[in-house]
């Protein structure tokens, strides 16, 4: 099993930025692919950055140039930077993580953008 602690969700002006983290344990320490994906209402849930062990990272095409994706020396947990935020990021983030051949997924933290 995969625990999460998600944070940095919130209320965020247009134009801003916003910072999430996700703190993933288990009784396997490896975490080789964690990152995060998002969900707006009627939407499919869409990629928004992944990271392996070996720093290879994947971004979505909407977030392309405005996100980066690190994580931390442990690499259990990982760190989402999104800047020039729109309305149209609007979204329940869910952490993921690839382990040992299975997905797992937090419980998700809303991001509004709005003046």
């Known amino acids: 099993q995969v625990q999460f602690v998600e944070s940095g969700g919130g209320l965020v002006q247009p134009g801003g930025s916003l910072r999430l983290s996700c703190a993933a344990s288990?009784?396997?320490?490896?975490?080789?692919?964690m990152g995060w994906y998002r969900q707006a209402p009627g939407n499919q849930r869409e990629l928004v950055a992944t990271i392996t062990t070996e720093n290879m990272v994947n971004y979505g095409a909407a977030v392309k140039g405005r996100c980066t994706i690190s994580r931390d020396n442990t690499g259990s947990t990982v760190f989402l930077q999104l800047d020039s935020l729109k309305a149209e990021d609007t979204a329940v983030y869910y952490c993921y993580v690839h382990r040992l051949g299975r997905d797992y997924w937090g419980q998700g933290t809303q991001v509004t953008v709005a003046s």
């Open positions: 288990g009784e396997i320490s490896t975490m080789y692919l």
